[in-house]
């Protein structure tokens, strides 16, 4: 994708309901290159819904989300996570049940390493973090 223009990534119009609750009431978001975005409002304003449309985590009812003016609404996560699109969670953790190594190597399956690879990647990693003493330890510990 060209990821030359201003904006680079935006929701337009999302909306999210469960049921009849309407979480998420058309909110529109534009981000620039080089740009961090936090959204900021009380408990049960649709902050996290609305990130987890824009990264794909789920889909939103209505609205479209664009990676520099490519319409991704319709894109899995790990094609979005591909193309830079990422989001931090305030949990510690989502894999708090696997082991460190596992944790790590979920990620390397997302890219197109090949299993050699990613096994040399890997290992480099738990190198540069100097975590290999913790390899089989769960994540959150």
Do not use: C, H, W
């Given at each position: 994708?060209?990821?030359?223009?201003?904006?680079?990534?935006?929701?337009?119009?999302?909306?999210?309901?469960?049921?009849?609750?309407?979480?998420?009431?058309?909110?529109?978001?534009?981000?620039?290159?080089?740009?961090?975005?936090?959204?900021?409002?009380?408990?049960?304003?649709?902050?996290?819904?609305?990130?987890?449309?824009?990264?794909?985590?789920?889909?939103?009812?209505?609205?479209?989300?664009?990676?520099?003016?490519?319409?991704?609404?319709?894109?899995?996560?790990?094609?979005?996570?591909?193309?830079?699109?990422?989001?931090?969670?305030?949990?510690?953790?989502?894999?708090?049940?696997?082991?460190?190594?596992?944790?790590?190597?979920?990620?390397?399956?997302?890219?197109?390493?090949?299993?050699?690879?990613?096994?040399?990647?890997?290992e480099k990693l738990l190198d540069d973090f100097s975590i290999s003493h913790i390899r089989k330890s769960k994540a959150y510990t």
């Open positions: 994708m060209n990821l030359t223009s201003t904006e680079i990534l935006s929701g337009n119009n999302l909306r999210k309901s469960y049921g009849n609750k309407e979480i998420v009431k058309g909110i529109s978001i534009n981000v620039k290159r080089g740009e961090v975005v936090g959204l900021l409002g009380p408990n049960g304003a649709g902050k996290t819904t609305t990130f987890y449309m824009i990264t794909g985590m789920i889909r939103p009812n209505s609205g479209e989300v664009k990676l520099d003016e490519t319409n991704i609404t319709n894109l899995p996560m790990y094609q979005r996570a591909r193309e830079g699109i990422g989001y931090l969670a305030q949990e510690p953790s989502v894999f708090t049940k696997l082991s460190v190594e596992d944790n790590l190597r979920l990620v390397l399956e997302m890219t197109t390493l090949t299993k050699e690879e990613q096994s040399q990647r890997l």
